[in-house]
Protein backbone atom coordinates (compact mmCIF):
# COMPACT_ATOMS: atom_id res chain seq x y z
CA UNK A 1 0.00 0.00 0.00
CA UNK A 2 1.41 3.25 -0.63
CA UNK A 3 -0.07 6.58 0.43
CA UNK A 4 1.38 10.05 -0.64
CA UNK A 5 0.96 11.91 2.38
CA UNK A 6 3.97 13.52 3.49
CA UNK A 7 6.03 11.38 1.20
CA UNK A 8 5.62 8.33 3.94
CA UNK A 9 8.84 5.52 3.52
CA UNK A 10 7.27 1.96 1.52
CA UNK A 11 8.80 -0.12 4.12
CA UNK A 12 6.47 1.17 6.70
CA UNK A 13 2.78 0.87 4.35
CA UNK A 14 4.29 -2.60 3.68
CA UNK A 15 4.54 -2.92 7.86
CA UNK A 16 0.35 -1.90 8.15
CA UNK A 17 -0.46 -4.08 5.21
CA UNK A 18 1.41 -7.09 7.34
CA UNK A 19 -0.37 -5.98 10.25
CA UNK A 20 -3.58 -6.31 8.50
CA UNK A 21 -2.96 -9.84 7.48
CA UNK A 22 -2.65 -11.21 10.99
CA UNK A 23 -5.26 -13.12 12.30
CA UNK A 24 -5.66 -11.71 15.81
CA UNK A 25 -5.81 -8.28 17.19
CA UNK A 26 -3.86 -9.26 19.91
CA UNK A 27 -1.20 -9.98 17.65
CA UNK A 28 -1.14 -6.92 15.33
CA UNK A 29 -1.43 -5.10 18.39
CA UNK A 30 2.38 -6.41 20.10
CA UNK A 31 3.63 -6.27 16.44
CA UNK A 32 2.60 -3.08 16.15
CA UNK A 33 4.42 -2.24 19.54
CA UNK A 34 7.12 -3.93 19.02
CA UNK A 35 7.93 -2.49 15.34
CA UNK A 36 7.09 1.72 16.96
CA UNK A 37 9.48 1.05 20.30
CA UNK A 38 12.06 -0.20 18.12
CA UNK A 39 12.28 1.72 15.72
CA UNK A 40 13.83 5.63 15.95
CA UNK A 41 11.03 8.02 16.76
CA UNK A 42 10.85 9.59 13.65
CA UNK A 43 10.37 6.57 11.74
CA UNK A 44 7.90 5.86 14.40
CA UNK A 45 5.81 9.08 13.82
CA UNK A 46 5.87 8.01 10.17
CA UNK A 47 4.30 4.51 10.30
CA UNK A 48 1.86 6.62 12.87
CA UNK A 49 0.97 8.86 10.46
CA UNK A 50 1.04 6.68 7.49
CA UNK A 51 -1.61 4.05 9.34
CA UNK A 52 -3.54 7.74 10.65
CA UNK A 53 -3.89 9.03 7.13
CA UNK A 54 -5.42 5.40 5.95
CA UNK A 55 -7.55 5.28 7.66
CA UNK A 56 -9.39 8.70 7.57
CA UNK A 57 -9.39 8.34 3.42
CA UNK A 58 -11.04 4.65 4.56
CA UNK A 59 -8.42 1.86 3.91
CA UNK A 60 -9.43 -1.41 5.45
CA UNK A 61 -5.68 -2.46 6.40
CA UNK A 62 -5.15 1.21 7.77
CA UNK A 63 -8.34 0.86 9.63
CA UNK A 64 -7.20 -2.43 11.42
CA UNK A 65 -3.85 -0.81 11.78
CA UNK A 66 -5.54 2.48 13.76
CA UNK A 67 -7.31 -0.47 16.16
CA UNK A 68 -4.31 -1.54 16.76
CA UNK A 69 -2.25 1.05 17.35
CA UNK A 70 -5.48 2.17 20.04
CA UNK A 71 -5.04 -0.93 21.99
CA UNK A 72 -1.21 -0.31 21.54
CA UNK A 73 -1.54 3.16 23.69
CA UNK A 74 -3.65 2.27 25.70
CA UNK A 75 -1.90 -0.89 26.85
CA UNK A 76 1.45 1.54 27.62
CA UNK A 77 1.81 2.31 31.08
CA UNK A 78 0.54 5.58 32.61
CA UNK A 79 3.88 8.07 31.43
CA UNK A 80 5.06 5.44 29.02
CA UNK A 81 8.55 6.88 27.90
CA UNK A 82 8.10 4.96 24.56
CA UNK A 83 4.79 7.29 23.73
CA UNK A 84 6.50 10.20 25.20
CA UNK A 85 9.58 9.69 22.82
CA UNK A 86 6.97 9.37 19.71
CA UNK A 87 5.20 12.55 20.46
CA UNK A 88 7.64 14.57 20.74
CA UNK A 89 9.45 13.53 17.70
CA UNK A 90 5.83 14.39 16.15
CA UNK A 91 5.36 17.67 18.20
CA UNK A 92 8.98 18.73 16.25
CA UNK A 93 8.50 17.63 13.18
CA UNK A 94 4.70 19.47 13.29
CA UNK A 95 2.54 16.21 12.63
CA UNK A 96 -0.15 17.38 14.73
CA UNK A 97 -2.17 14.75 14.51
CA UNK A 98 0.18 11.83 15.70
CA UNK A 99 1.19 14.10 18.85
CA UNK A 100 -2.32 14.85 19.38
CA UNK A 101 -3.34 11.16 19.57
CA UNK A 102 -0.58 10.26 21.97
CA UNK A 103 -1.65 13.12 24.43
CA UNK A 104 -3.05 12.62 27.75
CA UNK A 105 -5.32 14.25 29.93
CA UNK A 106 -8.42 14.33 32.04
CA UNK A 107 -12.04 14.06 30.74
CA UNK A 108 -14.07 16.80 30.25
CA UNK A 109 -16.25 16.19 33.26
CA UNK A 110 -15.09 14.54 36.43
CA UNK A 111 -17.29 13.34 39.94
CA UNK A 112 -16.70 16.14 42.46
CA UNK A 113 -13.46 16.24 44.05
CA UNK A 114 -15.26 14.07 47.26
CA UNK A 115 -18.05 12.43 45.09
CA UNK A 116 -18.81 8.71 44.83
CA UNK A 117 -20.75 6.85 42.60
CA UNK A 118 -24.00 5.64 44.03
CA UNK A 119 -23.61 2.16 45.44
CA UNK A 120 -25.34 -0.65 44.93
CA UNK A 121 -25.70 -2.91 47.81
CA UNK A 122 -24.04 -6.00 45.41
CA UNK A 123 -21.04 -7.72 47.19
CA UNK A 124 -18.57 -7.25 44.71
CA UNK A 125 -17.06 -11.00 45.58
CA UNK A 126 -20.44 -12.51 45.95
CA UNK A 127 -22.62 -14.19 43.04
CA UNK A 128 -23.56 -12.70 40.45
CA UNK A 129 -27.44 -13.95 40.56
CA UNK A 130 -27.41 -14.13 36.76
CA UNK A 131 -29.22 -17.49 35.66
CA UNK A 132 -28.76 -19.52 32.54
CA UNK A 133 -30.51 -17.34 29.54
CA UNK A 134 -33.84 -18.91 28.72
CA UNK A 135 -37.00 -17.25 27.41
CA UNK A 136 -38.56 -17.65 30.85
CA UNK A 137 -36.06 -15.46 32.78
CA UNK A 138 -34.80 -13.09 30.47
CA UNK A 139 -36.73 -10.14 32.09
CA UNK A 140 -35.31 -11.08 35.69
CA UNK A 141 -32.04 -11.22 34.05
CA UNK A 142 -31.69 -8.54 31.72
CA UNK A 143 -32.71 -6.10 35.34
CA UNK A 144 -30.42 -7.64 37.12
CA UNK A 145 -27.53 -7.32 34.66
CA UNK A 146 -28.62 -3.72 34.48
CA UNK A 147 -28.33 -3.31 38.22
CA UNK A 148 -24.46 -5.38 37.26
CA UNK A 149 -23.53 -2.64 34.82
CA UNK A 150 -24.19 -0.06 37.14
CA UNK A 151 -22.25 -0.97 39.63
CA UNK A 152 -19.72 1.29 41.27
CA UNK A 153 -16.51 -1.01 41.89
CA UNK A 154 -14.17 -1.29 38.84
CA UNK A 155 -14.40 -5.15 40.41
CA UNK A 156 -17.63 -6.08 39.44
CA UNK A 157 -17.39 -4.21 35.83
CA UNK A 158 -13.88 -6.45 35.69
CA UNK A 159 -16.00 -9.63 36.61
CA UNK A 160 -19.09 -8.55 34.11
CA UNK A 161 -15.92 -8.11 31.24
CA UNK A 162 -15.41 -11.59 31.69
CA UNK A 163 -18.72 -13.24 31.59
CA UNK A 164 -20.12 -15.55 28.90
CA UNK A 165 -23.33 -14.20 28.99
CA UNK A 166 -22.00 -10.44 28.46
CA UNK A 167 -23.11 -8.80 24.93
CA UNK A 168 -21.93 -5.85 23.51
CA UNK A 169 -24.69 -4.07 24.57
CA UNK A 170 -23.84 -4.57 28.46
CA UNK A 171 -20.51 -3.16 27.62
CA UNK A 172 -21.48 -0.11 25.46
CA UNK A 173 -24.31 0.79 28.51
CA UNK A 174 -20.77 0.58 30.85
CA UNK A 175 -19.14 2.94 28.25
CA UNK A 176 -21.90 5.15 28.26
CA UNK A 177 -22.59 5.74 31.91
CA UNK A 178 -22.79 9.33 32.89
CA UNK A 179 -20.94 9.96 35.60
CA UNK A 180 -18.50 7.07 35.48
CA UNK A 181 -14.50 7.01 37.06
CA UNK A 182 -11.03 6.51 35.24
CA UNK A 183 -10.99 3.36 37.40
CA UNK A 184 -13.95 1.71 35.95
CA UNK A 185 -12.72 3.12 32.20
CA UNK A 186 -9.27 1.50 32.77
CA UNK A 187 -11.25 -1.75 33.12
CA UNK A 188 -12.48 -1.71 29.57
CA UNK A 189 -9.67 -0.32 27.94
CA UNK A 190 -7.99 -3.46 29.75
CA UNK A 191 -10.54 -5.59 27.79
CA UNK A 192 -9.48 -5.73 24.00
CA UNK A 193 -12.15 -8.05 23.64
CA UNK A 194 -14.74 -5.30 23.91
CA UNK A 195 -12.26 -2.90 22.72
CA UNK A 196 -12.87 -4.27 18.92
CA UNK A 197 -16.00 -2.97 18.84
CA UNK A 198 -16.75 -0.40 17.33
CA UNK A 199 -19.66 0.77 19.58
CA UNK A 200 -18.14 0.24 22.81
CA UNK A 201 -15.28 2.86 21.20
CA UNK A 202 -17.79 5.10 20.52
CA UNK A 203 -19.42 4.89 23.29
CA UNK A 204 -16.35 5.58 25.51
CA UNK A 205 -15.49 8.82 23.06
CA UNK A 206 -18.60 10.16 23.51
CA UNK A 207 -18.76 9.97 27.04
CA UNK A 208 -17.22 13.31 28.65
CA UNK A 209 -16.09 10.94 31.80
CA UNK A 210 -13.78 9.12 29.67
CA UNK A 211 -10.09 10.85 30.24
CA UNK A 212 -8.55 12.16 27.30
CA UNK A 213 -5.91 10.20 27.85
CA UNK A 214 -8.26 7.23 26.63
CA UNK A 215 -10.41 9.07 23.96
CA UNK A 216 -7.64 10.30 21.75
CA UNK A 217 -6.37 7.09 21.26
CA UNK A 218 -9.38 6.05 20.16
CA UNK A 219 -10.30 9.00 17.97
CA UNK A 220 -8.93 7.53 14.41
CA UNK A 221 -11.10 4.48 14.96
CA UNK A 222 -14.57 6.77 14.70
CA UNK A 223 -16.41 7.49 11.44
CA UNK A 224 -15.58 11.12 10.61
CA UNK A 225 -19.40 12.03 11.64
CA UNK A 226 -18.52 11.29 15.18
CA UNK A 227 -15.13 13.29 15.24
CA UNK A 228 -16.99 16.18 13.42
CA UNK A 229 -19.48 15.67 16.69
CA UNK A 230 -15.85 16.02 18.71
CA UNK A 231 -14.66 18.74 17.05
CA UNK A 232 -18.09 20.78 17.20
CA UNK A 233 -16.96 21.03 21.03
CA UNK A 234 -18.83 17.73 22.91
CA UNK A 235 -15.35 17.17 24.12
CA UNK A 236 -12.55 18.91 25.82
CA UNK A 237 -10.25 21.65 24.03
CA UNK A 238 -7.89 18.31 23.41
CA UNK A 239 -9.96 16.12 22.22
CA UNK A 240 -11.85 18.89 19.91
CA UNK A 241 -8.51 19.98 18.46
CA UNK A 242 -7.02 16.45 17.68
CA UNK A 243 -10.48 15.40 15.90
CA UNK A 244 -10.61 18.55 14.01
CA UNK A 245 -6.52 17.69 12.83
CA UNK A 246 -7.55 13.73 12.22
CA UNK A 247 -10.06 15.42 9.80
CA UNK A 248 -7.83 17.61 8.19
CA UNK A 249 -5.86 14.77 7.49
CA UNK A 250 -8.76 13.36 4.58
CA UNK A 251 -8.38 16.35 2.76
CA UNK A 252 -4.95 15.02 0.35
CA UNK A 253 -6.20 11.70 -0.63
CA UNK A 254 -4.33 9.02 -0.10
CA UNK A 255 -4.59 6.25 -2.75
CA UNK A 256 -3.80 2.58 -3.70
CA UNK A 257 -1.35 2.50 -6.45
Do not use: K, Y
Amino acid sequence: MRLDHANPGAGQGATILALSALPEAALRRTVLGERLTQQRAEQAVELIEQILVGAAAGHAAARSGATALALWILAEPEGSPVVARIREAATLAGRLAVAAILGAGPGRCALARRGRLAEMGIAVEGPLGVAPLSPWNMGRNLLRIQRLADHHDPRMIRRILEQRWTRPRHVVAIAARRPTTPAIVRELCASPRWLLHAEVREALAANPFTPASVTLPLLPTLSRLELRCLRAGAASADVAAAAGHLLDLASPTPHLP
